[in-house]
């Protein structure tokens, strides 16, 4: 079952298209990533999923409602939870009024809707700030907050715009852990983020956008594209990477202590690399293949050199 089904969505303000030609699908209890550079449509894309503007071409369903909206869009709000990048909250008001604002503005039951609350403020590190007025919290205090306003009316779907930021490790470890708890519970969670640390931690798949829909692929497929080899050499590896450099075709190289990563242009580079190093007189201890890192894979999809 799916979640979210997006397709030929575009967007365009006047004569520039902010986004165009985006269809992809989330499962249902899947983390899914949207990836791309500032200004690439990510923020564009969210807020037409969440119904707070109209899509140019194409259509979607998010969770059974259809995408564009016929109505008011009361369906959607019940359904998705969204969390911006700036959390969005009423600095005078305490925590416990902020929530209560948002639990009235969804016509939850109360009582259940601040039960509810109250075991993710403690699971956050909140409990017992409840009555104190946000303005005097930090940075990190106040995206836990707005992580509780964007669970408490328990949404199917949840955006999740770079949910850790302003987190300590270990607040943003809790964070990961409920985003985890949640796709576990059949959540669909959609997270835009430039840590691409933590998308590979929690992501099954991603789409890459600038624009337009770069790809739609499991972090396995993205680090696979190209090819890499991992050479484990005796000693120092930084003294071999000029006769690398040498080669026609000179692939890139990354070296951390005696390890060198290669990344080739062709499978047929490989013999070859190999033999450069035993002629600069490497003592070679292994050669393995291995997976790109996925911000190689991410930068290449994004380049500024756009192919034609």
């Known amino acids: 079952m799916n979640g979210l089904v997006v397709e030929g969505l575009a967007k365009r303000f006047g004569e520039r298209a902010a986004v165009s030609?985006?269809?992809?699908?989330?499962?249902?209890?899947?983390?899914?990533?949207?990836?791309?550079?500032?200004?690439?449509?990510?923020?564009?894309?969210?807020?037409?999923?969440?119904?707070?503007?109209?899509p140019s071409e194409g259509k979607a369903n998010v969770c059974g409602v259809e995408?564009?909206?016929?109505?008011?869009?009361?369906?959607?709000?019940?359904?998705?939870?969204?969390?911006?990048?700036q959390p969005g909250l009423y600095d005078r008001l305490t925590?416990?009024?902020?929530?209560?604002?948002?639990?009235?503005?969804?016509?939850?039951d109360e009582a259940r809707?601040?039960?509810?609350?109250?075991?993710?403020?403690?699971?956050f590190g909140l409990a017992g700030r409840e009555e104190e007025p946000v303005g005097g919290f930090s940075k990190g205090m106040r995206q836990k907050l707005a992580i509780v306003r964007t669970l408490v009316h328990e949404p199917d779907v949840i955006f999740l715009d770079e949910p850790t930021s302003g987190l300590d490790p270990q607040s943003a470890r809790t964070v990961r852990d409920a985003v985890a708890e949640l796709a576990a519970e059949g959540r669909t969670l959609v997270l835009c983020s430039h840590n691409l640390a933590e998308v590979e931690r929690l992501c099954t798949r991603v789409a890459v956008i600038k624009n337009t829909l770069r790809t739609v692929a499991s972090l396995?497929?993205?680090?696979?594209?190209?090819?890499?080899?991992?050479?484990?050499?005796?000693?120092?590896?930084?003294?071999?990477?000029?006769?690398?450099?040498a080669l026609p075709q000179a692939p890139g190289s990354q070296v951390e202590g005696s390890r060198l990563?290669?990344?080739?242009?062709?499978?047929?580079q490989a013999?070859?690399?190999?033999?450069?190093?035993?002629?600069?007189?490497?003592?070679?201890?292994?050669?393995?293949?291995?997976?790109?890192p996925l911000e190689e894979a991410y930068l290449e999809l994004v380049r500024e050199e756009d192919a034609p």
């Open 113 to 123: 809707a601040w039960a509810r609350a109250r075991r993710y403020l403690e699971r």
């Open 271 to 292: 013999p070859e690399v190999v033999a450069v190093l035993v002629a600069a007189g490497a003592r070679i201890h292994s050669v393995t293949r291995a997976a790109r």
């Open 21 to 54: 030609g985006l269809s992809f699908e989330v499962k249902q209890g899947e983390v899914f990533g949207l990836l791309g550079p500032n200004g690439a449509g990510k923020t564009t894309t969210v807020r037409m999923l969440t119904g707070l503007l109209n």
């Open 220 to 245: 396995t497929e993205l680090r696979r594209e190209g090819l890499a080899l991992d050479v484990q050499v005796e000693g120092e590896a930084s003294r071999f990477a000029p006769a690398l450099a």
């Open 67 to 85: 995408l564009p909206l016929n109505g008011d869009g009361t369906a959607l709000r019940k359904r998705v939870g969204l969390l911006t990048e």
């Open 261 to 268: 990563k290669v990344l080739l242009s062709a499978e047929a």
């Open 95 to 108: 925590a416990h009024e902020n929530l209560r604002f948002f639990i009235r503005l969804h016509e939850l």
